[in-house]
């Protein structure tokens, strides 16, 4: 049963105001925070690794493998733990996830400082191991989100008040994250981000592991009756649709990021990128929190089609942004169509997918925004070195046409599946 085939319950009654104001009481007021602490840690662990090993070697390029590594990693590793979470339970993967994570991490911060010594191989295996361990907390606590609104048969803007506060969530993440690494770096040493990362890692994530709201989500293991997944072929294409949008948010987030940076530095200081990015990140935030009061008969789909088309037109404002102000605005405009867009992708993977692999294709959505930032960072980072940051932002421009692509793409997807017509 979909979140939206809910509507007529009759325990409605007992929700006048459905939204954020049933959140609390269901999972307690220390869920919250929990949850954004503990998935801070790989928030900071892409920049963490990327300012670690270039202060320590000196060298641009050494950072920047560290940081591709971390999030090839996580691309890989991420679906792997979710499929695992699906089928033995949240608790038992992610305890021992969070524990080889740490060692990984306490690893990674031991070799990434030791200087221009450093070797490339040992370097890139560490970044890939602690990337792919990376305990996912966001796409687990989004399972469990749909898992507790849909067991409870809660109104629809229950379960999109929840996926809204998570993608508000994420986004800080992105915010704060960075903002966190370049303070402590730059204030105490480039090894206390990591080191810090580690600690809230081991203390928090086992504690999110333990958080009551983890029975809300049955394994699927392969006992003598277990019954196979089935999934449809209308399920995959509309799953591929789902991961293609998310590949495309990435890259805009990964050149977005580029872009600004290559910007700041034309403007003579290049530590002026990372702030002005975070004006994208802010609006993105609000956004997304605000689609909780968006009309039910505005579909996910239509909202997220409308959201590609915005997105799209707001890039060519960073085309044309001349001064810190007006790329300042620019990317507080376009923020605006970043987070409907992860709330809305989430919630169709939460429709799409079969209850018994729940966690592998949140976990997969969330693989695809890695894959994209590390294809926007690469890809504009050799056109902002051969075309300036102009070149960066029509990598943007293009992946946001790559989003409303993929949105068009799965509206053909459930109009020709009979089976995804309960999709919206």
């Given at each position: 049963?979909?979140?939206?085939?809910?509507?007529?319950?009759?325990?409605?009654?007992?929700?006048?105001?459905?939204?954020?104001?049933?959140?609390?009481?269901?999972?307690?007021?220390?869920?919250?925070?929990?949850?954004?602490?503990?998935?801070?840690?790989?928030?900071?662990?892409?920049?963490?690794?990327?300012?670690?090993?270039?202060?320590?070697?000196?060298?641009?390029?050494?950072?920047?493998?560290?940081?591709?590594?971390?999030?090839?990693?996580?691309?890989?590793?991420?679906?792997?733990?979710?499929?695992?979470?699906?089928?033995?339970?949240?608790?038992?993967?992610?305890?021992?996830?969070?524990?080889?994570?740490?060692?990984?991490?306490?690893?990674?911060?031991?070799?990434?400082?030791?200087?221009?010594?450093?070797?490339?191989?040992?370097?890139?295996?560490?970044?890939?191991?602690?990337?792919?361990?990376?305990?996912?907390?966001?796409?687990?606590?989004?399972?469990?989100?749909?898992?507790?609104?849909?067991?409870?048969?809660?109104?629809?803007?229950?379960?999109?008040?929840?996926?809204?506060?998570?993608?508000?969530?994420?986004?800080?993440?992105?915010?704060?994250?960075?903002?966190?690494?370049?303070?402590?770096?730059?204030?105490?040493?480039?090894?206390?981000?990591?080191?810090?990362?580690?600690?809230?890692?081991?203390?928090?994530?086992?504690?999110?592991?333990?958080?009551?709201?983890?029975?809300?989500?049955?394994?699927?293991?392969?006992?003598?009756?277990?019954?196979?997944?089935?999934?449809?072929?209308?399920?995959?294409?509309?799953?591929?649709?789902?991961?293609?949008?998310?590949?495309?948010?990435?890259?805009?987030?990964?050149?977005?990021?580029?872009?600004?940076?290559?910007?700041?530095?034309?403007?003579?200081?290049?530590?002026?990128g990372g702030l002005l990015y975070g004006a994208m990140g802010l609006s993105s935030a609000l956004a997304a929190i605000s689609v909780a009061s968006w009309p039910q008969g505005f579909s996910q789909i239509n909202r997220?089609?409308?959201?590609?088309?915005?997105?799209?037109?707001?890039?060519?404002?960073?085309?044309?942004?001349?001064?810190?102000?007006?790329?300042l605005l620019a990317l507080f405009v376009a923020g605006f169509a970043v987070g409907p867009v992860i709330v809305t992708g989430m919630t169709l993977g939460g429709e799409v997918a079969p209850p018994k692999v729940l966690?592998?294709?949140?976990?997969?959505?969330?693989?695809?925004?890695?894959?994209?930032?590390?294809?926007?960072?690469?890809?504009?980072?050799?056109?902002?070195?051969?075309?300036?940051?102009?070149?960066?932002?029509?990598?943007?421009?293009?992946?946001?046409?790559?989003?409303?692509?993929?949105?068009?793409?799965?509206?053909?997807?459930?109009?020709?599946?009979?089976?995804?017509?309960?999709?919206?």
């Amino acid at each position: 049963m979909t979140q939206h085939m809910l509507s007529n319950e009759p325990n409605q009654k007992l929700e006048p105001k459905p939204g954020f104001s049933s959140l609390v009481p269901m999972v307690g007021t220390a869920y919250v925070p929990l949850s954004f602490f503990a998935r801070l840690p790989l928030a900071m662990l892409t920049i963490g690794s990327m300012t670690l090993v270039t202060a320590s070697s000196g060298s641009y390029a050494l950072g920047g493998l560290s940081a591709a590594m971390v999030g090839l990693g996580s691309a890989v590793g991420g679906p792997s733990i979710g499929m695992l979470a699906d089928r033995f339970g949240q608790r038992p993967v992610l305890i021992p996830v969070s524990i080889l994570h740490t060692i990984l991490l306490l690893l990674l911060t031991w070799y990434g400082n030791s200087g221009s010594n450093m070797l490339v191989g040992v370097l890139v295996l560490i970044s890939l191991l602690a990337g792919a361990s990376g305990p996912q907390v966001g796409p687990m606590s989004r399972v469990r989100w749909i898992s507790m609104t849909r067991r409870q048969q809660k109104n629809p803007k229950v379960l999109t008040a929840a996926l809204s506060l998570e993608s508000m969530l994420d986004e800080l993440g992105f915010v704060f994250g960075p903002v966190a690494v370049g303070l402590l770096a730059s204030l105490v040493h480039p090894t206390l981000p990591l080191l810090i990362a580690a600690v809230l890692t081991v203390v928090l994530v086992p504690t999110f592991a333990k958080h009551r709201t983890v029975d809300e989500v049955k394994p699927h293991g392969s006992g003598e009756h277990e019954v196979k997944v089935r999934i449809s072929k209308a399920q995959v294409a509309a799953i591929g649709a789902l991961v293609l949008g998310m590949i495309g948010l990435g890259t805009v987030f990964g050149s977005s990021a580029a872009g600004t940076l290559a910007f700041a530095g034309a403007l003579g200081n290049s530590n002026q990128g990372g702030l002005l990015y975070g004006a994208m990140g802010l609006s993105s935030a609000l956004a997304a929190i605000s689609v909780a009061s968006w009309p039910q008969g505005f579909s996910q789909i239509n909202r997220w089609i409308t959201c590609g088309v915005a997105l799209t037109i707001a890039s060519f404002g960073l085309h044309y942004a001349s001064s810190v102000p007006w790329m300042l605005l620019a990317l507080f405009v376009a923020g605006f169509a970043v987070g409907p867009v992860i709330v809305t992708g989430m919630t169709l993977g939460g429709e799409v997918a079969p209850p018994k692999v729940l966690s592998t294709v949140m976990t997969l959505l969330s693989a695809g925004i890695v894959v994209g930032t590390s294809i926007g960072n690469g890809l504009a980072g050799v056109l902002a070195e051969s075309s300036g940051y102009l070149g960066a932002y029509w990598v943007s421009t293009a992946a946001a046409f790559l989003i409303l692509l993929a949105a068009l793409l799965m509206k053909l997807i459930v109009a020709k599946a009979p089976s995804l017509r309960r999709v919206r």
